[in-house]
């Protein structure tokens, strides 16, 4: 009877890609009934449930699921060759249960209705619109980097611990909930990895863990990048699955925050972002606005491209790959490569509202 049971549990998996592939094709649905109804009491239940605890309960359990699985390994090492058909209907069986709960819990968001329909704004732009918008990025940016540091040629330096930026992006989420009402950030669940040595050399700043909801950030990065970085990660925890989305979501959060330093932050990261596409698509653009920018703002970029090369190892490539394959099997059709999406959302997004 448990041999039936088993199998049963173990070929769902099957049944679930059939319903994530359907899923794919009613976004209006998934949006109504899980992005704006289950999710979201399955999310705050978990951040109120994990979210004062002082350390990552994901990262813990992480660690002793590791230990199960390498001990269980170990004591069945010998069912591999022995009992071949039954050992791989445990781990099928384990594999989809987890990937049950991995989309029940949060990943069934990866179907949901993109952000540019939901705000109802253009998911396309023209090189004029994107070189107009830079510039008033640039000089905001300019504006602030100066206001921070009373010297367009400084850096700017946050005078906050990274506990204390974790603890002020709530606020951010609070503002921009004026506007976007489902948009507001409460209960807080942010945490340092205890795996942020890992998590640099992989070359990933924060994760959000799906089975807990708590929004993991690289403890090791710069301060000057926790505002983005955290709010990025919160805009995971409200439902926003693809990348390119958390990125818009989470700088917005920190352009609307009342403090100077997440303002900074949020406008820098966006024009990094325009700036690259620029140096992609025009050039002469590219070359001619990079003129324009305070030194100080280029000493922060160089900061972040200083500390990710001194983590560079061979194995980074492989961990980009797999997550690059990861987010195309969930329904991010251009991978990695859908970040730059974000930079749509900004154009549009402020062609009617002002920086």
Known sequence: MLKYKKLIIGFSFIIQIIVLKILANFPELVERYYSNGLYIFISKLMRYSFGWVPFSVGDVLYTLLAIYIIRWLV???KRIVKDTKNFILDVLSAFSIGYFA????????????????????????STEALVSFTEQLIAKSNTLQLALTGNDTLKVEMPYSKTELLNMVPEGYHKLAEEFPHLDYQPKSLKRSIYSLQLTYMGFSGYLNPFTNEAQIDGLI?????????SHEAAHQLGYAAENEA???GSMAAMHHHN???NYSGYTFAL???LNELYKTAPEHYERLMKTIHKGILKNYREMRDFWNSYENPLEPAFKSSYNSFLKANNQAKGIESYNYAVALWVNYFKTNSL
């Open 247 to 249: 990125n818009f979501i």
């Open 102 to 125: 991995f989309h029940l819990l949060w990943a069934i968001n990866y179907y949901r209705l993109p952000l540019h329909k939901s705000l109802q704004i253009n998911d396309a732009y």
């Open 75 to 77: 004591l069945h090492r």
């Open 272 to 274: 990094n972002y325009c």
């Open 260 to 262: 100077r330093y997440f």
């Open 222 to 230: 710069p301060t000057y990048k926790y505002p983005t970085t955290s």
